[in-house]
Structure formats: structure tokens, C-alpha cells
Nanobody, 125 residues
Framework: QVQLVESGGGLVQTGGSLRLSCAAS????????MAWFRQAPGKDREFVAA????????DYADSAKGRFTISRDDAKNTVSLQMDSLKPEDTAVYYC??????????????????WGQGTQVTVSH
């Protein structure tokens, strides 16, 4: 099994920044890619950004492009999401996810077998 623990959420004003981190432990050799999803109240969980566990392949939702940056630290088995120029519509619970499936980055939620507990991000007006 793989365990994922997120941290770094909080309350920030519009235009501010937050950095989310996700620490992976357990059978991390099963991981081939990681991603961030988010879920706002009353809405479906949606893809935000993804990165392969090796190499430099990344992918971003249109809403995240130019504002968010996903990165990984292989030595620490962590993946981070730097979020800049935050907007009220970014308010959501953010989830870290990991996939055992090899290949390019994927936005398909069903391919992610491991999930963190989520961290709340609130952007005030």
C-alpha cells in the first residue's frame, strides 16, 4: 500500500500564494505518477495538475496553467503544488493522488489508486 499525506492548505486572500505538499510512504516503488485534484462544495472532483514519478512530464488543467506549478522531490518522496495568483474559485479541498499505471501523465481520476485525506484551501475576496 501507498500512504499519502497532504499539508499546506489554509486561508489566503485573492492574489496570494500557497504551497501544498504531499508526502508518500509505504510501497512507493508502485508509484508511476502523481497528481493533484480538487473538489469544491457541490461539485465533482476535478483534475488540477500531474507529474510523472520519473522524468519531467507534467500536465495542467487550463485553470491552473500559468498560476500553479507541480514539482517532485525524489529524495523526500514528496510532490508539491505551488499556487500563485489565487482566486476565490480556487477554493476547494485539494487531494493528492498516486497512480501505479505507467505511461504519460493522466487526468483520468479512475487511474489513481491511492489518495490522501485532502487539505482545505480557502481564497477570500
Amino acid at each position: 500500500q501507498v500512504q499519502l499525506v497532504e499539508s499546506g492548505g489554509g486561508l489566503v486572500q485573492t492574489g496570494g500564494s500557497l504551497r501544498l505538499s504531499c508526502a508518500a510512504s509505504g510501497r512507493t516503488f508502485n508509484i508511476n505518477g502523481m497528481a493533484w485534484f480538487r473538489q469544491a462544495p457541490g461539485k465533482d472532483r476535478e483534475f488540477v495538475a500531474a507529474v510523472r514519478w520519473s522524468g519531467t512530464d507534467t500536465d495542467y488543467a487550463d485553470s491552473a496553467k500559468g498560476r500553479f506549478t507541480i514539482s517532485r522531490d525524489d529524495a523526500k518522496n514528496t510532490v508539491s503544488l505551488q499556487m500563485d495568483s489565487l482566486k476565490p474559485e480556487d477554493t476547494a479541498v485539494y487531494y493528492c493522488a498516486a497512480t501505479p499505471i505507467s505511461g504519460p501523465t493522466t487526468r483520468w481520476i479512475s487511474t489513481y489508486a491511492y489518495w490522501g485525506q485532502g487539505t482545505q484551501v480557502t481564497v477570500s475576496h
